[in-house]
């Protein structure tokens, strides 16, 4: 590349991969991941379409719904690599022309949801069919009844709280396309469409799953006097999920400070989003632990553990290695924390750069791919125990599963 003809403001990275197209390797990389997280569950026989009441296959020779998600992947991946390499191709790394070039990654986009959406093809139909009528009901906040898939509609909504900042720069680069001076694979404009546009879009799947708690806390309700409770732990998820809320604001105040209308300094701004984001962090934490993976991490600290099985778990477990728990339990611990980048100088650079803004989304993105090992493996064990208080505590069952 030649430097006297390189904007001055498009970084290396952004050269290679733009905005457009980094939003769609993380899109198609979710795909991958739900294949493999399919796959591997099957492998220690735990059947999630039963969990997730996907209808059942009507044929024996028809493939494992593993292999149908491969396929789609395959499907979104080859005009994928085939656009990335035509525009690195026309574009030599000059920043002009990687601007000139917006159409090809804005038009991949549009082809990566028509193929995911639209019944075109024969391709994973009944899966995409599923996917498009969960999206629906999802999408406004509601939730199925467990006999109707209920444990589907919350995987779909949580993963969607991952997705929340990816969905926030699909909207940027929508807006800047069709904005005039301005081009998607430019530097990404996120005050695109005003400044509350991008916070609000955020914080979408978090008020998703407020609703969806709400309402499985008024259905325990409704039946007064049974098993499940009175619904403690849905107000306690759904307090969870509102501590998203204030991290957002508060970002959105520091991002377009004014100390008129805010009437705060910003030093004590960004005090108050620490103390709200400790508090998100490790609500989450917490509650990924104890109640989506049922370990007993915490009761485990404060009260010993109990004999019957190894520290820190439950006794009934699918995968073999203790080892995995553990590294879950760590991986998660960190990925939650990783905005504790932005109070070391050292690190500034992950929040400030887009290959570092990139970063944080792929590992946000890897860490719900894993969650959801461990979700769908408790939902797993908790199916064959028997009915939990509010669905989320364990009750007694007979069962063969690995024991330490």
């Not at 991290?247 to 520091?254: F, G, P, R, S």
């Not at 991002?255 to 620490?274: A, V």
């Not at 570092?356 to 989304?361: D, I, K, P, R, T």
């Not at 009915?387 to 069962?399: F, K």
Request: overall charge neutral; proline content about 5%; charged content about 20%.
């Amino acid at each position: 590349m030649d430097p006297d003809n390189a904007h001055p403001q498009l970084d290396g990275f952004s050269l290679v991969l733009p905005l457009p197209y980094r939003v769609a390797v993380i899109l198609v990389a979710g795909v991958w991941g739900w294949g493999l997280n399919l796959h591997y569950l099957s492998l220690v026989k735990i059947d999630v379409p039963a969990l997730i009441r996907y209808p059942s296959r009507s044929s024996l020779v028809q493939v494992p719904i593993y292999r149908s998600t491969y396929h789609l992947a395959i499907l979104l991946t080859i005009p994928l690599a085939i656009s990335l390499l035509f525009f690195w191709a026309v574009t030599h790394g000059s920043s002009e022309q990687v601007m000139a070039w917006e159409i090809l990654p804005q038009s991949y986009l549009f082809l990566f949801f028509a193929l995911l959406i639209l019944p075109l093809h024969r391709l994973s139909r009944s899966g995409r069919q599923r996917l498009v009528t969960t999206l629906k009901r999802v999408s406004l906040g509601g939730i199925a009844e467990t006999q109707d898939g209920k444990f589907g509609d919350i995987i779909l909504a949580d993963v969607l709280t991952s997705y929340a900042k990816v969905l926030g720069d699909l909207f940027v680069s929508g807006c800047m396309f069709f904005s005039s001076g301005a081009s998607s694979t430019g530097i990404p404009n996120r005050a695109c469409g005003g400044q509350l546009a991008i916070p609000l879009l955020v914080a979408i799947p978090s008020a998703i799953r407020l609703r969806q708690c709400l309402i499985e806390y008024f259905r325990v309700k409704r039946t007064a006097g049974s098993r499940d409770g009175w619904g403690g732990q849905h107000l306690a998820n759904a307090l969870k999920y509102s501590t998203a809320f204030p991290v957002i604001i508060l970002t959105a105040m520091q991002r377009n400070y004014d100390p008129q209308s805010i009437g705060m300094s910003e030093e004590g701004l960004h005090r108050l989003w620490i103390l709200f984001a400790i508090l998100n962090s490790f609500y989450t934490f917490y509650w990924d632990v104890t109640k989506d993976w049922d370990l007993s991490l915490f009761s485990s600290l404060i009260h010993g553990n109990d004999p019957d099985h190894p520290f820190g778990l439950r006794k009934h477990r699918y995968f073999n290695a203790k080892e995995m728990y553990y590294g879950a339990i760590a991986i998660d611990l960190v990925l939650r924390f990783t905005w504790l980048s932005r109070l070391t100088t050292r690190l500034t650079w992950v929040n400030d750069l887009e290959s570092g803004v990139f970063v944080l989304m792929v590992l946000e993105v890897a860490r719900r791919w894993m969650w959801i090992f461990f979700r769908v493996e408790t939902e797993c064990v908790r199916n064959n125990r028997g009915p939990a208080p509010d669905d989320i505590l364990l009750g007694e069952y007979n069962g063969k599963y690995d024991e330490d």
